[in-house]
């Protein structure tokens, strides 16, 4: 592979790490604080 293709996969994952973070501490949340919302049908 290509340098160039791992240097903008590293740079794309690093961008979308806090992304991916702030998504889960929000359902992280959501799921503390309605149980019920993890045992949806």
Do not use: E, W
Not at 2 to 7: G, I, K, L
Not at 17 to 24: D, K, M, N, S
Request: include cysteine; charge should be positive; hydrophobic fraction near 45%.
């Amino acid at each position: 592979m290509p340098p160039s293709r791992t240097a903008i996969a590293a740079h794309f994952g690093l961008a979308n790490f806090p992304v991916a973070y702030c998504g889960l501490k929000i359902i992280t949340s959501l799921s503390l604080r309605f149980p019920d919302f993890q045992r949806a049908p």
